[in-house]
């Protein structure tokens, strides 16, 4: 049982960490059809996996409504449109009203999907101008040099971004400079700047240290030094 | 409570309520403020522009439903750009939610120019397994996929006797919400050399200047405004572009851009104000401490 | 030599030269061979041309078929047996299935017809209804026949799948055998313009970077790996059933370790007659360039740098691991989002409210998810420890499954298994914003005390932080998406930044191996540095060292 639990995934993890390594370097169609079997394997897995989920997902709101717990009455509806939405997919018959069964344009499902899902799927999203609006105007203060670096920068960006931007840049007056023109303020200059350079930089930098970190942690689980994920703690 | 005090513990929702206003406005009664456009995307349309007439190109609209207002009406631009020069699209997505919105939107283009399925373009739908699927046509595209969207074998298409994978086609665009763009790069564009461009959302565009600076995109279209570019650049290279009628073509991001200025402008004077607030509060607080 | 001879052949000359500026380059001091880094499929050819190309010259290589390659197609019997089973099968299904749907067809164009003729002839409401429901109910019977008439086209193709196509490698076979009878050359590249030739130059992708500075640069280079096999116009009668006769030609893969002839046709564009715009080939010359036999290669060498620094990195980490298990008082950075585990934990328990804990938006298969699940199984231990309710929604139901293992581990090891309660752990929805919706009703309702945001986020990181902050909780994020980094930062308490994700794990368990592999990490990262910058130097000051590109683009 302790080698199902603790020896037995670690083994695993390895053999097929080190076999789809070495797939990597190995151009023929035998190497090709091996990570396209382990794909299908994957995909296999996930399968089943989604059914856990669903049976999760009923558990925690059958339980949250049998104990009363605070909002419980939520759950209700969550169920109410889990089986509303399986059963406009999986019945055998056209739902009255709807011209098809099933999945098909026309039909219930496809109505709900694309009249209630898709709105507001598209509403959260929209929340997010929202929430853009009351995070800058919270969090940007001038409280420190590097704050106010990045107060600047948020400005200069947000006004070249859009039209207005170029209103004013065109407004000001141009000076010259080895032979060309410049704007005094050129807002769609510096933002393409801070974009192309410092932006640029920071994020290679990050992303550096993120693809090392990356080998670092894969070397771990393939070698069985890092096993929490297993729940096997340490 | 004074002014001061007021703005500094302004409830969100009062600015959430200024920034429906704003958005709200310019929509219904629009400013028409002029757009110039940016050498990022002056890069994508000259690219496209420079492919000789009748080569392909394979877009990927890797979106869904709630980046519509920002990538539809790139999608929209660049495929009547496309069939304008005549080129031969390739079109798929790598996301669940995003088959609805590209028929409708290759369904209306290809309507407007008189295009025919399987011989001018082919819209292969969507499949899972990002890395796998591009990975896959770099293959074989008619191997990867063996249907098109509206379930016609691919194999006996016109258009697949002379496009065996990504190796043959001219050009790549990525339209992304999410992190697609990547993908593309490091299993198309690069190894099989196709150069390629980019129109993600503007949240996500500062992410791929490295790429652009490397050389890796040859342009980047960023959110609406990147859109709106492409629109203006469509209209003024080619006037005859359907603008008005029942189905737009063109022209349908550049609505947007007004409500986008004043909410950039409400932000900015927002935070400004907030600053001068901020700075008035801390004064306040040290002639306190001083008195005392 | 008289003037009448010289007059003669200047006019000789005048006569040839028109004739000679027509003739297309021919292919000199060719060179055949494998490719290095393919799959085995693929013959690279390089040669020069004699002259000069000009826009209207163009070449087009071809590939002989043999026996092998033939017999390499060939269906096994038993292969053959199904396939055979399969055709019986359906067409003793669909023979009447289609005769139905060409009549219901021709049934439903004349419902439409005559409903179309109706409105035109704008007869009164009833008739037209009468008419649109009669189109209708056949427009539904012509429907169920194509419904049905695809459903065997399913069960036919499923049939007839065995590890392969075997419909297609029947096509195939039949194709390259009636290609061999013929003694036919197979066209493997389409007519190209002779102007857009690669060269060995443009190939960095097999020569390396270097390959412009070679003497050969500039020799023509092509690949042939997969042929066109044209159809030999003889499809089986039954196939019209399986919709697979229409193949104009099948793209063939060459098979590796067999001996292909390769022959080049240079022709001249012309323009077409019937249009204008076009230019057709035509024929020139055929030149045999010789034979060469692609190899399957048992390593990509391409990659060879590749695996160079992969091995070396690995080494150096695996290296410090060791070192660490000698020597574990390792110095490590204060990494202050990680130092704030405790008080966010403290502060839950203080205000008797519970710990929210999300894992990413990714499947398990990503790194930035692992890392998360990591810090999960620390931070799970000490809030068993400190007697907080800790509630971890999930996007993924693999993930959710890993997680409660992780959980009830981490309260076992804190030795308070009993709190431990497996709804809390729960799947709510695959879809983004689906679940942010859900994650931001729980913060709304529950008003957890402190938040952790970890692993990948997309869009929502915003919506998830800000509503997160107006509850008030403590937040501590950590994301290696780096732009929805400034989301965080702007809205959290803490944040981990890019590869402080993974080295939480490590740093919260203070295990000296984790503690290690973050030191080797840092050592590999010291010498990406130093490349970097030599780079630089090299490109500011020196002439441009190739090598050092070399070393970390592929050859």
């Given amino acids: 049982m302790i080698f199902l639990k603790r020896q037995f995934p670690i083994i695993i993890a390895f053999v097929a960490g080190i076999m789809l390594w070495i797939r990597y370097y190995i151009p023929s169609e035998t190497s090709n059809s091996i990570e396209e079997g382990y794909l299908n394997w994957v995909r296999i897995i996930v399968g089943f996996a989604a059914i856990l989920g669903i049976l999760s997902l009923l558990q925690h709101h059958l339980i949250k409504i049998r104990l009363k717990r605070p909002g419980f009455a939520f759950s209700y509806v969550t169920i109410a449109a889990f089986i509303l939405m399986m059963l406009a997919g999986l019945a055998p018959f056209a739902i009255p009203g709807f011209a098809e069964k099933n999945m098909e344009s026309g039909s219930l499902f496809n109505w709900l999907y694309e009249f209630t899902f898709i709105p507001m799927q598209a509403t959260m999203f929209s929340v997010l101008a929202f929430f853009i609006a009351s995070a800058a105007f919270r969090a940007f203060r001038a409280r420190s040099m590097e704050a106010t670096l990045l107060l600047l920068a948020a400005l200069i960006m947000m006004v070249g971004r859009v039209p207005i931007g170029d209103l004013i840049s065109n407004a000001t007056p141009t000076f010259q400079l080895f032979g060309n023109d410049y704007h005094v303020i050129d807002l769609e200059e510096w933002t393409s700047w801070l974009l192309n350079v410092p932006n640029a930089a920071a994020k290679r930098g990050i992303l550096l240290g993120v693809y090392l970190s990356q080998i670092a942690i894969a070397i771990r689980i393939i070698f069985g030094i890092e096993r929490t994920y297993m729940g096997g703690g340490d | ?292 | 030599m008289g003037m009448g001879k010289r007059i003669l052949a200047c006019l000789a000359l005048l006569l040839l030269l028109p004739l000679q500026a027509q003739a297309a380059p021919a292919p000199v001091d060719q060179m055949l061979g494998d490719v290095g880094n393919d799959d085995g499929s693929a013959i690279g050819i390089f040669w020069d041309w004699n002259s000069e190309p000009t826009g209207a010259d163009a070449f087009s290589l071809e590939v002989r078929v043999n026996q092998e390659l033939v017999d390499h197609y060939a269906l096994t019997e038993r292969q053959s047996q199904m396939l055979s089973d399969a055709r019986e099968w359906l067409r003793g299904e669909i023979a009447d299935l289609l005769a139905e749907r060409t009549a219901a067809a021709a049934e439903m164009r004349t419902a439409n017809d005559a409903l179309n003729q109706g409105i035109i002839d704008k007869l009164d409401n009833a008739t037209i209804n009468q008419l649109r429901s009669n189109y209708w109910a056949k427009y539904k019977v012509h429907r169920r026949l194509e419904q049905r008439i695809t459903s065997l086209h399913e069960e036919f193709a499923s049939r007839t799948y065995h590890g392969e196509d075997l419909r297609l490698k029947a096509l195939t076979w039949e194709y390259l055998k009636q290609a061999l009878a013929g003694e036919s050359w197979v066209d493997a590249t389409g007519a190209t313009p002779m102007t857009e030739v690669g060269t060995k130059a443009g190939r960095t992708d097999l020569f390396g970077v270097n390959a412009g500075n070679a003497p050969d640069a500039g020799r023509k280079f092509a690949t042939v790996g997969t042929i066109s096999v044209p159809n030999p116009g003889t499809p089986a009668a039954d196939d019209s059933y399986t919709g697979l006769e229409q193949f104009s030609s099948i793209p063939v893969n060459l098979v590796p370790d067999i001996e292909y002839q390769v022959k080049m046709s240079t022709y001249e564009m012309v323009p077409n007659p019937e249009n204008a715009e076009e230019s057709l080939p035509e024929l020139d010359n055929q030149y045999t360039l010789g034979s060469a036999t692609p190899l399957s290669n048992a390593f990509d060498k391409s990659k060879w740098n590749n695996l160079l620094f992969a091995l070396f990195f690995s080494s150096v980490i695996l290296t410090f691991i060791i070192l660490a298990r000698r020597n574990p008082n390792m110095f490590i950075r204060r990494i202050a989002g990680l130092e704030a585990v405790d008080e966010a934990i403290g502060r839950a328990t203080e205000m008797g409210k519970p710990v929210l804990y999300l894992c990413g938006m990714q499947s398990l298969s990503e790194l930035p998810t692992l890392a998360a699940i990591n810090i999960l199984g620390r931070v799970a231990g000490k809030i068993a420890d400190y007697e907080s309710d800790l509630i971890v929604p999930n996007r993924d139901p693999v993930v959710q499954t890993v997680a409660q293992e992780v959980v009830k581990e981490g309260y076992l090891n804190a030795g308070r298994p009993d709190a431990y309660r497996d709804d809390n752990i729960f799947f709510l929805t695959d879809d983004q914003f689906s679940f942010t919706a859900a994650t931001c009703g729980i913060m709304m309702r529950d008003k957890p005390a402190a938040i952790f945001l970890m692993g990948y986020y997309y869009a929502e990181s915003l919506l998830l932080a800000e509503t997160g902050a107006d509850t008030g909780a403590i937040q501590i994020a950590g994301t290696d998406a780096e732009h929805q980094l400034p989301f965080f930062i702007v809205t959290c308490d803490y944040t981990l930044i890019g590869e402080e994700l993974y080295a939480a794990s490590a740093y919260l368990s203070r295990e000296p191996m984790l503690l290690g592999s973050l030191k080797g990490q840092d050592v590999a990262k010291a010498i990406m540095m130093l490349i970097i910058l030599l780079q630089a130097i090299f490109f500011i000051f020196g002439p441009q060292a190739d090598w050092l590109k070399d070393m970390v683009t592929p050859l």
């Fill in chain 2, 1 to 292: 409570m004074d002014f001061v005090t007021l703005i500094l513990n302004l409830d969100r929702k009062i600015i959430f309520a200024f920034v429906a206003v704003l958005v709200a406005w310019p929509l219904i009664w629009p400013l028409a403020l002029p757009i110039e456009t940016t050498p990022e995307v002056r890069s994508i349309f000259a690219a496209i522009e420079a492919l000789p007439n009748g080569s392909d190109i394979i877009i990927a609209a890797d979106y869904d439903p709630s980046s519509k207002p920002e990538l539809q009406p790139f999608t929209y631009s660049l495929l009547a750009h496309c069939f304008e020069k005549d080129l031969k699209v390739h079109l798929l997505t790598l996301w669940p939610g995003g088959p609805a919105l590209i028929q409708q939107a290759i369904e209306d283009v290809a309507a407007q120019y008189n295009k025919t399925s399987g011989t001018d373009y082919c819209f292969l739908g969507y499949k899972p397994g990002n890395a796998a699927v591009v990975g896959g046509l770099t293959n074989s595209i008619t191997g990867t996929y063996p249907t098109d969207f509206y379930n016609k074998q691919t194999a006996t298409m016109p258009l697949y006797q002379r496009v065996q994978s990504v190796k043959d086609v001219k050009y790549i665009v990525d339209i992304a919400a999410g992190a697609t763009v990547e993908v593309w790069i490091a299993f198309a564009s690069a190894p099989e050399k196709v150069p390629m461009s980019a129109a993600c959302t503007a949240v996500s565009a500062a992410g791929y200047y490295a790429y652009y600076t490397a050389g890796q995109l040859d342009g980047i279209s960023g959110g609406m405004k990147g859109s709106a570019e492409y629109d203006v650049l469509l209209m003024n290279n080619y006037p005859t572009v359907k603008v008005g009628g029942a189905t737009r073509i063109a022209g349908n991001a550049v609505k947007g851009m007004d409500a986008q200025s004043a909410v950039h402008l409400f932000i900015v004077l927002s935070i400004i104000l907030a600053n001068i607030c901020y700075f008035i509060a801390n004064k306040r607080q040290r002639d306190e401490r001083r008195g005392a």
